[in-house]
């Protein structure tokens, strides 16, 4: 072994064969004035040394263990008919090339440094290994490793690995890796794909550039140009450019995450968004200020949340959008609920909802929009058997978030508590919402002959054209009587019945159906037969709101005194 020695402008090499070991040492120089013969003379002298530092090993270690050989080469460069000095055989391998030396302005190839070793202003290189030594000054590792070192004002690059180690100051470059507890600290950069994990820390305005860091502390420092920080802290930083915040992370005391960087589970945090002092998880944070907060599993857009709130966002006042009137087979019906804070929905495994009074089935209006405001919406669409003349939800309890969430800007979930149906707040008080989907029922009442005779039964057999019937509907609509010849389907098929020449007030006596609209109760009217064609007629209806019923023509007495299913024109 090398030991308290001192390497200045040369180059060490160490070779083994089995049990033997080779040294060559290179560019070791005279100055330019000295004769050749004074080189031959020197390299005799260096072969003595070198002998006399193998016996010395020797005895004191015969089994070949670690021996010193105090050495300096420390001379002006010169020239000489060969470029190296060989050395002579050491025979052991357990002794090591440099020992407890210093290494100053030189380059170390394949060999290994260790205890207490100074390396400066030079080079180390080729699978080197570094251990419990200080790299400083400028110096440069090469794809060695370094381990249980000081790195100071220095360069680590092409793949070297540092291992429990202090970095200061200093460059980790070109896919190097920095594990095992090390410290990156004071201005250093770490960059290009390197890796810094298994609970390094990073702190101290130092720069991590394009690399993964996992289970590691990031304190003052930059981490930026799509790095991967995974399970680790990341404290009074800046994370920028596309990185990723990963595996159970927390971003904390004062930190700057932006620059469309990513925290997750799920996690994203751009738009020029702060997040200080809060755990984020599964969110989306966007334009936004986000401190001493938890947030989770939604987005926080265009505000600012700050400071801890225990207190839920309750449900005041239901309302919709709909104006008071009636509303029938597919009507959509808003509903907003109004709550005391800004609120944030989750539907992603359930939809919230509101459960309406409307019949004999009751139906339900769901969540919609609103989400990261204080109002909510939600949409009930009608359906055929829905009726309501008020319609309100069915109880306090209506409002659900049925597998969802509904929550404040603290996570606390909101009151979902609705004011009582018809009182002050509540969707029928503040509304006069019909909901009708039924057709109104028609009846035949009377008829009368042009000879004056009324009634019903033969008086409606064969009414000339020159009399008239009496019809009636259960609500404000329009009363149509219609020839059994047309075949009813639809409205439509009623209103288009007429043939082209047919002229109400008399003409050709062709039409096949008149109507009578009819708003005030009783909902009756008297229908003119002038113009209709001989046949049997009947009544149909559709009330203001268009619920029609094709079969839901006039029969029988129909409940009422003196009602005909149907009557007969002819005539005169």
């Not at 470059?173 to 507890?181: A, E, H, M, R």
Request: glycine share 8%; charged share 15%; proline share 3%.
């Amino acid at each position: 072994m090398f030991g308290s020695s001192y390497l200045n402008s040369g180059i060490i090499k160490r070779y083994s064969t089995g049990r033997n070991t080779y040294f060559s040492m290179a560019g070791v120089n005279f100055t330019q004035v000295m004769e050749k013969k004074m080189n031959k003379i020197f390299s005799v002298l260096l072969l003595v040394t070198f002998s006399f530092g193998i016996i010395s090993c020797s005895s004191e270690d015969p089994s070949s263990a670690t021996s010193q050989l105090g050495q300096v080469l420390d001379q002006p460069n010169s020239t000489d008919d060969r470029n190296s000095i060989d050395l002579p055989e050491i025979t052991g391998d357990s002794c090591y090339l440099i020992d407890n030396s210093v290494i100053d302005n030189s380059t170390v190839d394949k060999s290994s440094i260790s205890d207490n070793s100074s390396i400066k202003d030079s080079t180390v290189k080729n699978c080197s290994t570094v251990t419990r030594s200080i790299v400083d000054n400028s110096s440069t590792i090469d794809n060695s490793t370094i381990s249980s070192s000081t790195i100071n004002n220095s360069h680590i690059c092409a793949q070297s690995t540092i291992d429990n180690s202090t970095i200061d100051n200093s460059t980790v470059c070109n896919i190097s890796t920095v594990k095992g507890g090390s410290i990156v600290d004071n201005s250093s950069t770490v960059d290009n794909s390197s890796t810094v994990d298994n609970s390094s820390t990073v702190d101290n305005s130092s720069t991590v550039d394009n690399s993964t860091i996992s289970f590691s502390i990031i304190n003052n420092s930059y981490i930026c140009a799509q790095s991967t920080i995974d399970n680790s802290t990341i404290d009074n930083s800046t994370v920028c450019d596309r990185s990723t915040v990963e595996g159970g992370s927390t971003v904390e005391g004062g930190s700057t995450v932006n620059d469309g960087t990513t925290v997750e589970g799920g996690s994203t945090v751009g738009g020029g968004s702060t997040v200080c002092n809060s755990t984020i998880d599964n969110s989306t944070i966007d334009n936004a200020t986000v401190c001493n907060s938890t947030i989770v599993n939604r987005p926080i857009q265009d505000i600012i949340v700050s400071g801890w709130d225990s207190v839920a966002p309750i449900a005041s006042f239901v309302s919709s959008d709909n104006a008071s009137a009636g509303y029938s087979v597919g009507s959509n019906i808003s509903i907003k609920v109004t709550f005391s804070e800004s609120v944030f929905v989750d539907n992603s495994t359930g939809n919230p909802r509101i459960e309406l009074e409307t019949g004999s089935t009751d139906r339900y209006a769901n969540y919609s929009s609103g989400n990261s405001s204080s109002v909510l919406y939600f949409i009930y669409t009608v359906v055929s058997g829905d009726n309501s003349a008020d319609l309100d939800y069915k109880s306090t309890s209506s409002l659900s978030v049925n597998s969802g969430t509904i929550r404040d800007n603290s996570s606390n979930d909101a009151t979902l508590t609705l004011p009582s149906p018809g009182s002050s707040g509540s969707l029928g008080a503040n509304k006069a919402i019909v909901i009708d989907t039924t057709a109104p029922t028609p009846y035949l009442i009377s008829c009368a002959k042009a000879d004056g005779a009324t009634g019903g039964g033969a008086d409606c057999n064969e009414v000339n054209i020159s009399g008239n019937v009496t019809v009636q509907i259960t609500e404000p609509g329009t009363a149509y009587l219609v020839r059994t010849t047309v075949s009813v389907s639809n409205l439509a098929s009623i209103t288009g019945a007429n043939p082209g020449d047919c002229d109400p007030s008399g003409g050709p006596r062709t039409c096949v159906m008149k109507s009578v609209s009819i708003s005030s109760a009783p909902y009756r009217a008297t229908v003119q037969l002038t113009g209709m064609r001989n046949g049997i007629y009947r009544v149909y209806a559709v009330d203001a709101l268009g619920n029609f019923n094709p079969s839901g023509h006039s029969v029988g007495t129909g409940g009422l005194s003196g009602a005909l299913g149907t009557m007969s024109v002819k005539y005169d």
